[in-house]
């Protein structure tokens, strides 16, 4: 619960950068996931277009259309491998886990859970009122934990499992592309996230998580338990319960006759009530109140009569005006329950408890557990608020009041003769997002030919689509491509004609990649200096160009600024840069090594043209041959007897290649 708007929540902390982030929900979009990426990762859409790595995975319902890495650079919109398959109606949860890391060499890092009422569209952003629940564990918060800690690392481990859970119905072999043969850099954040979380599951000890989903049971099954857990296993006399969506309207009690003929009162909202009495947890006489759209409130609309013979008491939605403006018509989408007490003469809510999540108060979202056929995926949290107030109290100003904390007001109850409606039932959406046969393709230049790769085996009817609209040449695994590396192309496969755009990878593993730029030597430094961070645009201009085809440089290089270097500033410039990139990657983990070759590759490859490279070469020296030398590396990739030795040499050896020294004598070599 929070006044900080969804996309918010995804800022990340003083000193730290995303590493990556899973996420699930029943929709998203474009403008949306962009906002949250760009405070994830702290870089603009162009800056991470042209960064190329992919730092958000979302997984969501398969109805929702595919969201292009175009549009969304860095997110990968998981497609689903077999609808038919899955354990669940709709999928319906909405939950994000973010892994942070430090910009420096520090290896500290930090994990949050977000656990949202709302979808990660701008509709949840501007049209409405919805909730959000959001822990984070630090990794220096582990040495000597205390029980807030340790309900924190119950609380994301439970979280994970859900989404480690879901993984197994998703396509993603687009996270585990490799980069020249070894794990790129999308596996390696992953696999250090998991690390992360591996590394709270020990403390979680009996600590009992407030997130819950409800594969195993419906949500409303497991609510005794989840309150008596994380509040007081007392009694209360108030019950409040809003959602966006209630069940579809019911058909009339039969056995009534003429005037006397009522809907009944909708059966989740009479089990809920029903549930905690029996469980003792809500007395006989409580206090019930319902918030509900006035024109979208589905049964409650033709039940109203039977509610208010059983004295509950009906609410339009709380709209701020210091939140939302004056005369705010945001619609309820919030799904939520609080329990508490009342107390003549006391402002204060006690014994309060709160559940929000994706549930709405319907069967399938509610009642039912996840399965086939039956109920959706749901998740959402029990947790004991805090002191609350149901009204301000001028004695204690600092405790929150209900209004200012949930979608509520209790001052303008809908009237006896109040008009509502039922509104419109939620459309089926057909499967629009599944797996092709081909994840993503790799680009592959020879001899001045393009190629496109399929890394996994491609079945024998797959055909890649040029711009043209006509098939590629294909020859075995790879498809002839004229022109330069897109950032995407088209397949087609089956007798049916599907047809997919999946994302292209370049040379330097970046996926679905704006081209390079040329840089000139002196703007090297910056680029690298910033890892793992993505360095910022320095000249104003950082807009995404989603067509490279409409560049008046086919080849995608800004054209430099003329101007002459001579041999002995060419020598001061180029040995100043290699005292600067030992210095940074002497001091640079094993655990991004692979990822800090790939920076240097691709930051050096796009210095070749420089002019200060040229008139270093006219010397007939090769001026990266110090990076070679021991001292000038870490002491895990001091030679090429490791691993990680070996891919920096690679990574040298192509860049010597690009800058055309391979064959000259190494700067350093001479007696």
């Given at each position: 619960?929070?006044?900080?708007?969804?996309?918010?929540?995804?800022?990340?902390?003083?000193?730290?950068?995303?590493?990556?982030?899973?996420?699930?929900?029943?929709?998203?979009?474009?403008?949306?996931?962009?906002?949250?990426?760009?405070?994830?990762?702290?870089?603009?859409?162009?800056?991470?277009?042209?960064?190329?790595?992919?730092?958000?995975?979302?997984?969501?319902?398969?109805?929702?259309?595919?969201?292009?890495?175009?549009?969304?650079?860095?997110?990968?919109?998981?497609?689903?491998?077999?609808?038919?398959?899955?354990?669940?109606?709709?999928?319906?949860?909405?939950?994000?886990?973010?892994?942070?890391?430090?910009?420096?060499?520090?290896?500290?890092?930090?994990?949050?859970?977000?656990?949202?009422?709302?979808?990660?569209?701008?509709?949840?952003?501007?049209?409405?009122?919805?909730?959000?629940?959001?822990?984070?564990?630090?990794?220096?918060?582990?040495?000597?934990?205390?029980?807030?800690?340790?309900?924190?690392?119950a609380d994301i481990d439970a979280a994970a499992g859900l989404l480690a859970w879901m993984r197994?119905?998703?396509?993603?072999?687009?996270?585990?592309?490799?980069?020249?043969?070894?794990?790129?850099?999308?596996?390696?954040?992953?696999?250090?996230?998991?690390?992360?979380?591996?590394?709270?599951?020990?403390?979680?000890?009996?600590?009992?998580?407030?997130?819950?989903?409800?594969?195993?049971?419906?949500?409303?099954?497991?609510?005794?338990?989840?309150?008596?857990?994380?509040?007081?296993?007392?009694?209360?006399?108030?019950?409040?319960?809003?959602?966006?969506?209630?069940?579809?309207?019911?058909?009339?009690?039969?056995?009534?006759?003429?005037?006397?003929?009522?809907?009944?009162?909708?059966?989740?909202?009479?089990?809920?009530?029903?549930?905690?009495?029996?469980?003792?947890?809500l007395t006989q006489s409580a206090e019930i109140s319902l918030v509900v759209n006035e024109d979208?409130?589905?049964?409650?609309?033709?039940?109203?009569?039977?509610?208010?013979?059983?004295?509950?008491?009906?609410?339009?939605?709380?709209?701020?005006?210091?939140?939302?403006?004056?005369?705010?018509?945001?619609?309820?989408?919030?799904?939520?329950?609080?329990?508490?007490?009342?107390?003549?003469?006391?402002?204060?809510?006690?014994?309060?408890?709160?559940?929000?999540?994706?549930?709405?108060?319907?069967?399938?979202?509610?009642?039912?557990?996840?399965?086939?056929?039956?109920?959706?995926?749901?998740?959402?949290?029990?947790?004991?608020?805090?002191?609350?107030?149901?009204?301000?109290?001028?004695?204690?100003?600092?405790?929150?009041?209900?209004?200012?904390?949930?979608?509520?007001?209790?001052?303008?109850?809908?009237?006896?003769?109040?008009?509502?409606?039922?509104?419109?039932?939620?459309?089926?959406?057909?499967?629009?997002?599944?797996?092709?046969?081909?994840?993503?393709?790799?680009?592959?230049?020879?001899?001045?030919?393009?190629?496109?790769?399929?890394?996994?085996?491609?079945?024998?009817?797959?055909?890649?689509?040029?711009?043209?609209?006509?098939?590629?040449?294909?020859?075995?695994?790879?498809?002839?491509?004229?022109?330069?590396?897109?950032?995407?192309?088209?397949?087609?496969?089956?007798?049916?004609?599907?047809?997919?755009?999946?994302?292209?990878?370049?040379?330097?593993?970046?996926?679905?990649?704006?081209?390079?730029?040329?840089?000139?030597?002196?703007?090297?430094?910056?680029?690298?200096?910033?890892?793992?961070?993505?360095?910022?645009?320095?000249?104003?201009?950082?807009?995404?160009?989603?067509?490279?085809?409409?560049?008046?440089?086919?080849?995608?290089?800004?054209?430099?600024?003329?101007?002459?270097?001579?041999?002995?500033?060419?020598?001061?410039?180029?040995?100043?840069?290699?005292?600067?990139?030992?210095?940074?990657?002497?001091?640079?983990?094993?655990?991004?090594?692979?990822?800090?070759?790939?920076?240097?590759?691709?930051?050096?490859?796009?210095?070749?043209?420089?002019?200060?490279?040229?008139?270093?070469?006219?010397?007939?020296?090769?001026?990266?041959?110090?990076?070679?030398?021991?001292?000038?590396?870490?002491?895990?990739?001091?030679?090429?007897?490791?691993?990680?030795?070996?891919?920096?040499?690679?990574?040298?050896?192509?860049?010597?290649?690009?800058?055309?020294?391979?064959?000259?004598?190494?700067?350093?070599?001479?007696?």
């Open positions: 619960m929070t006044q900080a708007s969804l996309t918010q929540l995804f800022e990340a902390p003083d000193e730290h950068i995303g590493a990556f982030a899973w996420l699930c929900g029943y929709s998203a979009d474009a403008l949306f996931l962009n906002g949250a990426a760009e405070r994830f990762t702290q870089a603009t859409a162009g800056r991470r277009a042209q960064e190329g790595r992919v730092s958000f995975a979302l997984m969501a319902d398969p109805g929702q259309p595919a969201l292009s890495m175009l549009d969304l650079p860095g997110v990968a919109h998981l497609p689903v491998l077999r609808p038919e398959a899955l354990p669940f109606v709709l999928l319906h949860a909405k939950v994000a886990l973010l892994g942070f890391r430090r910009t420096d060499s520090k290896p500290s890092w930090r994990l949050r859970l977000i656990v949202s009422t709302g979808n990660w569209t701008v509709e949840t952003l501007e049209d409405s009122l919805d909730l959000a629940w959001r822990v984070e564990v630090d990794s220096s918060e582990l040495g000597n934990p205390d029980e807030d800690v340790k309900q924190r690392c197994q119905f998703f396509d993603c072999r687009l996270l585990s592309a490799p980069v020249s043969g070894r794990a790129g850099p999308t596996a390696a954040a992953i696999a250090k996230m998991d690390e992360w979380i591996a590394a709270c599951r020990p403390l979680a000890g009996d600590a009992r998580p407030r997130f819950f989903d409800n594969r195993a049971a419906g949500l409303l099954q497991q609510l005794p338990r989840m309150i008596r857990e994380q509040a007081a296993g007392v009694r209360r006399n108030q019950l409040v319960m809003g959602s966006g969506f209630y069940e579809g309207p019911v058909l009339p009690n039969r056995k009534a006759s003429g005037a006397a003929q009522v809907c009944a009162v909708p059966s989740v909202l009479d089990g809920i009530v029903r549930r905690l009495q029996e469980e003792n947890l979208r409130c589905q049964a409650v609309a033709g039940a109203l009569q039977a509610i208010r013979d059983r004295q509950w008491k009906v609410y339009p939605p709380g709209r701020p005006a210091v939140l939302f403006g004056p005369d705010s018509r945001r619609m309820l989408h919030a799904k939520f329950l609080l329990g508490g007490n009342w107390q003549a003469g006391s402002p204060r809510c006690k014994s309060a408890w709160i559940y929000l999540g994706s549930g709405n108060l319907t069967r399938p979202g509610f009642l039912l557990k996840a399965a086939r056929g039956m109920g959706n995926l749901e998740a959402g949290v029990v947790f004991d608020p805090g002191e609350l107030g149901w009204e301000d109290d001028a004695q204690r100003p600092e405790v929150p009041v209900i209004t200012s904390v949930l979608p509520v007001q209790f001052d303008e109850p809908l009237a006896l003769d109040a008009t509502v409606s039922a509104g419109q039932e939620l459309p089926e959406r057909p499967s629009a997002h599944v797996a092709a046969p081909v994840a993503w393709l790799q680009w592959l230049q020879e001899s001045g030919q393009g190629f496109l790769v399929a890394i996994d085996a491609a079945p024998v009817l797959v055909d890649i689509i040029d711009v043209d609209g006509l098939r590629c040449l294909r020859d075995g695994d790879r498809w002839l491509w004229k022109g330069d590396c897109p950032r995407q192309a088209c397949i087609r496969w089956g007798e049916e004609g599907h047809q997919a755009l999946v994302p292209v990878q370049d040379a330097f593993g970046r996926m679905a990649p704006l081209p390079l730029a040329s840089l000139q030597l002196d703007e090297v430094g910056r680029l690298l200096e910033a890892f793992p961070a993505i360095a910022a645009a320095d000249d104003g201009d950082d807009e995404l160009d989603d067509d490279p085809s409409t560049n008046d440089d086919p080849a995608g290089r800004q054209q430099q600024s003329p101007r002459t270097s001579t041999r002995a500033y060419a020598v001061r410039a180029v040995l100043a840069q290699v005292e600067a990139i030992a210095a940074k990657q002497t001091a640079i983990g094993a655990e991004d090594w692979n990822a800090w070759c790939l920076r240097l590759e691709q930051v050096l490859t796009q210095a070749a043209q420089s002019v200060d490279v040229a008139a270093f070469r006219s010397l007939a020296l090769n001026p990266l041959g110090p990076l070679r030398a021991g001292p000038f590396r870490p002491d895990f990739a001091v030679d090429s007897a490791s691993d990680a030795g070996r891919c920096y040499e690679a990574a040298l050896d192509r860049v010597e290649r690009a800058w055309l020294v391979q064959a000259l004598t190494p700067l350093g070599s001479l007696q």
